[in-house]
Structures are given as C-alpha cells and as structure tokens.
C-alpha cells in the first residue's frame, strides 16, 4: 500500500495516503507502516481507548473512494494523498503539521499477522530515521472487526519528528488508520487522534456487519 512520497523535498509520507504538503519546512507525516531495536510494550492498557464511538456533532465526516469515513474536529483541512485515500491535517500559519489523518486500503502485503512488524520495517525503508517502537498490539477487536496497533516515533529525511498511531482495522478488506502529531503536540492531540481512530474503525466495523 506504499507509494513513495519523495516526489517533493517536503513529502515525507510513506505509503498510501500521503499528503503533499507546500512548505518544505515541515513535510508531512509519514503515512501508512514500520527493524525493531526494541521489544513493543505489548501492555494491556496499551490502545485501551480504541472502542466503539461515533463522531461529534460538531466534526466534518468526509467518505474515502473506498467507503472508509474520516471524521475531524472544525480547523481540519483535507489534503492531497494517494489514490484511493483520504487525509485530513491540523497546521499552524507557516504549514508546519501539528495534527494529521489518513485512512486508506490495506495492500496485500499487510496483513493482520504482520502488520506490529510490518510498520517499523516500512518506516525505515521510507528514509525515516531514529524509528522507536512505543507499542504495538494484535488481535484487537472493535465493533465486531479485528485490528492491530502500532505506535512509534522517527525523524523525517528533513529532520522532522513524529509520533504516530498506526491502525489496521478489518479482515478481507482491511483499511490502515494514521494519526500523528510532532512530540510536542502530542499530549494536545492524542485525545483527537485516538477519537478519530476509534470513529473511522468503527464505521469499518459497521460496515463490515451483515445487513438485514
């Protein structure tokens, strides 16, 4: 699912859905997956708040081409990506990133089984540098679908730093969900970034639900 985002000095965005930001001074966050110097905290409240939730009244809900949903807080903007993706991006006057989210179509080398692996090892092979595994967590179950999480931090090619939580929700038509934040921000953002993981995941879920 990764389309090399190199087509820009300031596009540092690995897989499906990057966004193309214009201000070199901050490239996008890498978007989606990710060797690992260190064994992932695979803790039992690590993604305890990936459940069901709805959007707030006051969010924007946009519709990926695949059906997926984003929704995200008013001062969101949606941005460029790759085909078949939908970003949204939270930046500041100079368009440095402080908030950015990208749902987008799972590829056949991401899989459920490797997706806690898969992430660090495509994050580096991206140029990213400094790649830290926080956590990561497999067979996670939302809204009757099943998920696996990973998060991690890295540095950019432009020297950028990044968190980000990296989620892949469903079985044969899976999506990845990207949030991320620069460290700094990331305490502010977290709690719209998990929300706006835990809404797009479960509208996955509901659309994964027989119908009648």
Not at 51 to 73: T, Y
Not at 90 to 118: A, I, M
């Amino acid at each position: 699912m990764e389309v090399p985002a190199a087509a820009f000095a300031l596009l540092a965005v690995a897989g499906c859905g990057g966004a193309v930001a214009r201000l070199s001074q901050s490239p996008a966050p890498h978007t989606p997956a990710s060797s690992v110097s260190s064994a992932p905290s695979h803790s039992g409240d690590a993604f305890s708040w990936l459940r069901p939730e709805a959007p707030p009244a006051s969010w924007r809900v946009e519709r990926a081409p695949d059906g997926a949903i984003l929704a995200f807080p008013l001062g969101w903007r949606t941005v460029m990506g790759d085909r078949g993706s939908l970003s949204a991006a939270l930046r500041d006057r100079r368009g440095r990133y402080l908030g950015y989210l990208n749902v987008t179509p799972g590829q056949p080398d991401e899989r459920q089984s490797n997706w806690t692996k898969f992430r660090i090892r495509h994050n580096r092979a991206e140029g990213n540098r400094d790649v830290r595994l926080i956590a990561a967590r497999s067979g996670l179950r939302l809204a009757g679908v099943r998920a696996a999480c990973v998060q991690d931090s890295y540095t950019t090619s432009t020297a950028a730093r990044y968190m980000e939580i990296a989620c892949m929700i469903g079985g044969r038509a899976p999506s990845v969900i990207v949030a991320a934040a620069p460290p700094a921000r990331w305490r502010l953002q977290a709690p719209t970034l998990e929300l706006a993981i835990s809404t797009a995941a479960t509208a996955i879920g509901a659309g994964s639900s027989p119908k009648g």
